[in-house]
């Protein structure tokens, strides 16, 4: 085992697949002698040079188109984008051509391109730079959506997601690139990157979340064992496709259900979830699947972030709700 932050997991797996596929390229803005604005890709030009690890000028949207190019000649583009704000300039290109092109193809044309974008708050950064777009790509059929919450899933999802022949928005916690943990970098045993993951056991809720608020729901969990309460935490790690038999029969075992993520509440990812766990489990809940997320307002200035994010408080709130009905 070795001891990484999630960056340097996140670097350690692009390596890994530039090293087994020479047609893996990676490219965005500052990927290259900077090394990216988080470091995550610190090193790679170096090592396989500009021609693999390519300094983009900054337009996004020339980034995916290229990336589009790049995939229909046979390369396996990874494309940053810098901050999850500036991934909007793109959402043409994502949106119309890299999630259309292989069924308008019937299948013939493959693209295989990685979007990894850094997401979410909690870093004191200026306006366009802490948002949480993921329901835009959710709904976008064609697309493969996954989040990574840990070092260890950074490791291996972002290795599995550049192996798909699937175009994949990968979400990447920008508040927890610096939490180190034990990385086994010589396994490939897996959990497959659409899969779920039950991270804490329990008996009584279910929280289920992703990205950068698994480590907050963990937290809550630890916390509700002082009120006798046994909270299960599920990492959903995939939201296009989502794990439904996995995220149902936690909630068929504890009967209740909260959805937790950064996003607005309003018309937020957790509004699919939610619909779903009601159709399925609706004859196992004892109470409504609740919600917990930002308000519906623009992500406010860096000084008021910790009154927009959902916190341990919150989260601790919304299991006294469901346990009150």
């Not at 860096?302 to 989260?315: A, G, I, N, T």
């Amino acid at each position: 085992m070795t001891i990484l932050t999630l960056a340097k997991a996140l670097n350690e797996g692009m390596r890994k697949a530039m090293e087994d596929d020479s047609k893996v390229l990676v490219m965005g803005e500052d990927v290259g002698k900077l090394g990216g604005v988080f470091r995550v890709t610190d090193g790679l030009q170096k090592d396989f040079g500009e021609q693999r690890v390519i300094d983009t000028p900054l337009a996004e949207s020339g980034i995916i188109g290229t990336a589009i190019g790049l995939a229909l000649r046979g390369y396996r583009p990874v494309c940053e984008i810098q901050f999850d704000g500036f991934v909007f300039p793109a959402a043409d290109q994502i949106i119309t051509q890299l999630a259309k092109m292989p069924l308008r193809s019937l299948g013939k044309l493959r693209l295989p391109v990685v979007v990894r974008i850094p997401c979410g708050g909690g870093i004191g950064a200026v306006e366009h730079h802490s948002e949480s777009p993921e329901a835009y790509f959710t709904h976008t059929a064609g697309l493969r959506v996954v989040a990574c919450s840990n070092p260890a899933d950074g490791y291996s999802m972002i290795q599995q997601a550049i192996r798909c022949e699937d175009p994949v928005v990968f979400f990447e916690p920008k508040r927890r690139y610096w939490e180190k943990a034990e990385v086994d970098v010589d396994s490939s045993d897996w959990t497959p990157f659409d899969e779920a993951r039950v991270v804490r056991q329990g008996t009584d809720v279910t929280l289920l979340a992703y990205g950068p608020m698994v480590k907050t729901c963990l937290e809550a969990a630890k916390a509700a064992e002082d009120d006798g309460r046994s909270l299960e935490v599920v990492d959903l790690r995939s939201l296009n496709p989502l794990d439904v038999p996995k995220v149902m029969e936690s909630v068929r075992r504890t009967g209740r259900c909260i959805v937790v993520h950064e996003a607005p509440v309003y018309s937020g990812f957790g509004a699919e979830v939610a619909a779903r766990v009601t159709e399925e489990c609706f004859y196992h809940l004892q109470s409504p699947v609740l919600r917990v997320g930002g308000p519906s307002t623009p992500y406010p200035p860096s000084r008021l972030e910790d009154h927009y994010l959902p916190d341990l408080d919150r989260v601790l709130h919304a299991v006294d709700r469901a346990f009150a009905f």
